[in-house]
């Protein structure tokens, strides 16, 4: 493919915005994290090809899953030749997410028994509180500031 026909194949930020329903800021953002590729033309004008348009949407249905970009970006990355991901890849990374929420659903549950066992008390105790200080490893040692002093 030539420059010139690449370019025509092209979207704008602003047309990228209004295809996606993305602000042109949030865009910038996304980019700035690595999670989409634009180039600038002779114009210096950002251009996006159009492959972004799914990207956008699968970013947009990550997040609405809780998966944090960081999580979407190591997806993308998964993906050969870091290319734009296919119905058959979209099915493989909706189901490692599918994990990520199972597991999330998991502790949220343990984090809802936990409240409901504190409800009425309020002491939030260092030493007896499992909200406070769930996986408090060196309460164990007692009291003071022990990594200070290693
Ligand atoms: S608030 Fe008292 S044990 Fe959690």
Known sequence: ?????QEALSLSVGQVAKRTGVAVSALHFYEQKGLIRSWRNSGNQR???R??????????????????????????ASLPNERTPTKDDWTQ??????????????????????VTDCIGCGCLSLKAC???NEDDKLAELGEGAHLLFE
Do not use: C
């Open 51 to 76: 492959e972004v348009l799914r990207r956008i949407s699968i970013i947009k249905a990550a997040q609405k899953l809780g998966i944090s970009l960081e999580q979407i970006k190591q997806a993308f």
């Open 47 to 49: 251009r996006f090809k």
């Open 130 to 132: 499992p909200l406070y």
């Open 1 to 5: 493919m030539t420059k010139k026909s």
């Open 93 to 114: 990374l909706s189901s490692y997410w599918h994990q990520l929420l199972d597991q999330r659903i998991s502790q949220l549950t343990q984090l809802r028994d936990n």
